[in-house]
Each structure stands twice: as structure tokens, then as C-alpha cells.
């Protein structure tokens, strides 16, 4: 059984890199930080970054992470602000709740949604 969201993997052949665009966009550093692996504490989920290799194939399948976000115009304008690529626009899908996906500079898919109707207090 599925218990939430705790951890999305995202790739970065240039793990420093990634921790720098991770920092600045989060405002905060990470709380793991070695060379096989960073993590970043989001409101008490893991963003992880992966050294990889090689870059990510982004025109295979890709599992869909969200993370939420308060005003997600400003959200989406901000990562393209610091180098990411739009994939989809900010798109209403009903009820107030708002999603977008970006990629990010390591060709990672990174979804934001604004749902109002979420009260992660109230989840069990």
C-alpha cells in the first residue's frame, strides 16, 4: 500500500551543478550532500539528485512528480527565469487546482501543482 510521496529522483550529470540550480531555486541547501547522492528536505518530502553518466533519454516515459506550490505563475516564471525549459503551460484542470511541468536544465521532468483543495495536515 502506498503511503505518500517521499522521495523524487531527479538526474544530474553534473551533481554540483544540480545542487547549485537546486539551491538557488529552493532557497535553501540541502541537508545530504555527497558525490553518489544530494537531498533536499521540501516540506518534509526528498528531492534527490542522482549523478548520472549520461543525460537522460526525455523522449521516453517518465513517472509524473508534482510538488506544490503557493502561487504556480510565479513558480513556473521563476524556473524559466533560472534555465528551465517549459513543457507545458500553467493549465487550470478544474476545482482551482493549476499544474505545469518544466524540464530542468539536466533534462528532468518537474511538475508543479497549486491545489487548494490539499490540506497535507489533513491527510491520512
Known amino acids: 500500500m502506498?503511503?505518500?510521496?517521499?522521495?523524487?529522483?531527479?538526474?544530474?550529470?553534473?551533481i554540483a551543478a544540480g545542487r547549485q540550480w537546486y539551491t538557488k531555486f529552493l532557497?535553501?541547501?540541502p541537508y545530504f550532500d555527497q558525490p553518489f547522492y544530494v537531498g533536499f528536505n521540501v516540506g518534509?518530502?526528498?528531492l534527490g539528485l542522482l549523478p548520472e553518466k549520461e543525460e537522460p533519454d526525455v523522449t521516453q516515459s517518465t513517472a509524473g512528480v508534482y510538488?506544490?506550490?503557493?502561487d504556480?505563475?510565479?513558480?513556473?516564471?521563476?524556473?524559466?527565469?533560472?534555465?528551465a525549459?517549459?513543457?507545458?503551460?500553467?493549465?487550470?484542470?478544474?476545482e482551482g487546482i493549476r499544474t505545469a511541468d518544466v524540464l530542468d536544465p539536466f533534462g528532468n521532468v518537474l511538475g508543479i501543482i497549486e491545489n487548494p483543495n490539499f490540506k497535507?495536515?489533513?491527510t491520512k
Do not use: C, M, N, S
Not at 502506498?2 to 544530474?12: E, M, S, V
Open 2 to 14: 502506498l503511503l505518500g510521496l517521499r522521495t523524487a529522483i531527479y538526474h544530474a550529470p553534473d
Open 44 to 46: 518534509g518530502f526528498e
Open 72 to 83: 504556480i505563475h510565479a513558480t513556473h516564471a521563476r524556473l524559466l527565469e533560472l534555465g
Open 67 to 70: 510538488w506544490g506550490v503557493k
Open 27 to 29: 532557497g535553501f541547501g
Open 85 to 94: 525549459t517549459p513543457r507545458t503551460e500553467v493549465t487550470d484542470v478544474g
Open 120 to 122: 497535507p495536515g489533513q
